[in-house]
């Protein structure tokens, strides 16, 4: 901004507006306090590699399950939209349990994994937040978690055989230990941005780069695919001068990663665009590996298509598209099948729980989508608002990493969703209160730089 003056024209008030002071309950914010010990815990992966047999992260589940019902703060996740697609996706959920092929194995899917995990924390980090410090607050745990898992992969991370992931815990998987990670990239990226000090700004860009290597080093395609298609988006928006900062970074961050990686990852991820593998380079195990991962994904996939056109309204069953797979195959004169899931999520909800819970499902990604870019949309323009705009964009392209990531695997009822969506839900409730707060005080006609920022110290919090 420049030092001479700010017009407030574009920001009129069309009435004073009253807010509250505090009108949480103790619950609320005790329910609060404990989530924020909950999610830093559930997405840094300590106790995944020490001290597990604590059970401190349990222990907070349980503390912030009894609030959310105390508070009735599930009653405020369930009002947004978001959490209406939930809702919704739940009771398909539940639904489709007396007609699985297996009933007790998809009701210990559905009660334990999903109704008293899963939903639970979507209801809590969408419900316990009840202004827009809080949320941001929430956000800036979830930020440190994600470096500090980060850290931990580095640390603990075992790559025997080619690919790294944590021998213990939720994150045996790397294609899911990858999008854990990615989706740690936009919000440091909005730390770097708001950073005032070079400082800050020098620190996270280092955890960035930390976070993109690591990711990586998980041989993870589908990781790759959802990080390009982010930065994709991002340079499609950007102005003119920020594509060319973009185009630097990722020549840049190229050169690092050919350099520095193993060939053997890299003639893995090359297999993304050609379909012969150069066994030499990449060595037979993972060569054999990535040829039958991409075969197997074929096949499941038409199988999980036909599954979903057989069973249209309640699937299989949770959990049971590998049996239902292996029945399949021995009906076409196999063996056996695959005994594996999906590999793509929005096809295990459709061909699992049947297509009423797929459009649920969807529904409550783009709502997400939608809700975090419309926050970022409305406070363009006003300087007062650029950190929250960042943000919310931050979120938004955590939301886009999700959407495309889930293409690769069969993650759908993990906590991710639940948990950045209800980010995304309580965004949308307290960024519009914030906003109208802020704009009802209104800017001088003229003001320098200095009397800007000395306004938004003194301003009313």
């Not at 699985?100 to 995990?117: A, T, V």
């Not at 419900?127 to 500090?148: C, I």
Request: aromatic share 12%; glycine share 8%.
């Amino acid at each position: 901004m420049s030092a001479s003056t700010y017009n407030s024209q574009p920001f009129p008030v069309s009435k004073p507006i009253t807010f509250a002071v505090d009108d949480t309950s103790p619950f609320q914010r005790m329910g609060f306090n404990v989530l924020l010990v909950f999610v830093f815990l559930a997405f840094s992966r300590i106790f995944d590699v020490k001290f597990g047999a604590l059970h401190i992260t349990g222990i907070a589940y349980r503390i912030v399950f009894a609030m959310v019902l105390l508070s009735r703060g599930f009653l405020v996740a369930l009002h947004s939209n978001i959490g209406k697609a939930l809702l919704g996706f739940t009771v398909c959920f539940g639904l489709s349990v007396p007609f699985s092929i297996w009933r007790g194995g998809s009701k210990e899917i559905f009660l334990n994994q999903w109704l008293m995990f899963s939903f639970v924390a979507f209801l809590a980090v969408a419900g316990l937040v009840h202004n827009y410090q809080q949320w941001l607050k929430l956000l800036t745990v979830l930020t440190y978690a994600l470096l500090v898992f980060t850290v931990i992969a580095n640390v603990f991370g075992d790559s025997d055989n080619g690919r790294l992931f944590l021998t213990q815990g939720k994150f045996g998987n790397p294609n899911e230990m990858a999008q854990a990670l990615l989706l740690g990239l936009p919000l440091w990226g909005a730390k770097m941005v708001m950073s005032k000090s070079p400082a800050g700004k020098l620190f996270a860009i280092g955890v960035m780069v930390l976070i993109l290597a690591t990711a990586f080093r998980t041989g993870s395609r589908g990781a790759m695919i959802g990080f390009v298609t982010m930065l994709l988006v991002v340079f499609m928006r950007a102005p003119v001068m920020d594509k060319l900062k973009i185009i630097m970074a990722g020549v840049l961050f190229l050169g690092i990663v050919m350099t520095t990686m193993p060939g053997r990852l890299i003639a893995r991820y090359k297999t993304v665009a050609e379909d012969e593998v150069d066994t030499a380079e990449m060595g037979s195990a993972m060569a054999d590996s990535a040829t039958a991962s991409a075969q197997s994904r074929k096949v499941l996939l038409r199988h999980s298509l036909i599954f979903t056109m057989q069973n249209p309204f309640f699937g299989v069953g949770p959990g049971m598209f590998p049996v239902a797979d292996d029945a399949y195959s021995k009906g076409m004169g196999l063996r056996k099948g695959n005994w594996v899931g999906t590999h793509n999520s929005y096809t295990e909800v459709s061909s699992e729980l049947g297509i009423p819970a797929f459009l649920f499902f969807v529904t409550a990604v783009a709502m997400a989508l939608k809700g975090t870019y419309s926050v970022h949309k409305k406070t363009r323009g006003d300087p007062r608002l650029e950190d929250m705009g960042t943000v919310a964009l931050a979120l938004h392209y955590c939301m886009v990493i999700y959407a495309v990531t889930i293409l690769f695997d069969h993650i759908a009822y993990t906590v991710m969703l639940p948990v950045f969506g209800g980010l995304a839900a309580c965004l949308v409730r307290t960024a519009e209160v914030e906003i109208q707060r802020i704009r009802a005080t209104p800017l001088p006609v003229s003001m320098s730089t200095t009397i800007f920022h000395g306004y938004l110290a003194a301003r009313h919090r």
